[in-house]
């Protein structure tokens, strides 16, 4: 088992990756990232990253999570977080990215916000 | 008084950030610090390791990253020391300004700062740089 556990699962059009364990410098950052080129080149662009599980995030984890937002921007997608743990919603808003992320607490409202 | 000190010497690879914070995270643990402190010194430590293994050393395994920790009285105290060129602090933009928000790095020195309440830098004689941070507790 990695530091990092990515399952995947359909909802509609929204691609949801519930994840588990660490995004940390390394093994955990490096799935993430891997996870959404994977999905960006099957065409998969609208992406809910469930982040229930995130137990830890480094900057590199956080890093990761910008990256996957403006590579998916680019590609006309959306990425959204759902579920934030209450430290890594703090680390977003010391950081000022809880004004750039959308981020839902409910996965209903998150799936029907993708437009 | 220095109530306890520990000495680590670790290689300049990327997997010495996660063994430095298992190390750190049993001492803290000894040190009898709350959990909240432990978190910040959890990611100030792998911020500061990190620092040092790929800006510092490079990831040139010739070269090593040693971690001083002291327990005292009323803080916990950690120092990591590169064998690198150096680096100015002062010089390092700031992460939550418009303009570097969606930077993908450059929140390591930032998130020291959130989380320690001392983060300070010198060039040692011999050379290499350490940083030396400080929790109170």
Known sequence: ?115 | MTVETTELSLPSRIDTVAAAAAAVAEFVGRSGIGDDAAFGIDMAVREAVTNAVLHGNRQDEDKTVEIILKSLPDAVEISVHDQGPGFHPEEVPDPTAPENILKTSGRGIFFMRSFMDEVDWSIRPGGGTTVRMLKRR
């Open chain 1, 1 to 115: 088992m990695g530091e990092l556990n990515i399952n995947e699962r359909q909802a509609g059009d929204v691609t949801v990756l519930d994840m588990s364990g660490k995004i940390t410098i390394g093994e955990g950052s490096v799935a993430l990232r891997t996870a959404i080129r994977r999905l960006l080149e099957e065409g998969k662009k609208r992406i809910l990253l469930n982040l229930a599980g995130v137990s830890y995030i480094d900057s590199s984890g956080i890093g990761e999570l910008v990256s996957s937002y403006t590579a998916i921007n680019k590609e006309s997608g959306q990425l959204k977080l759902l579920n934030l743990t209450q430290k890594l919603q703090d680390l977003l808003t010391i950081t000022k990215l809880l004004t750039v992320f959308d981020v839902y607490e409910s996965e209903a409202e998150a799936l029907n916000s993708f437009k």
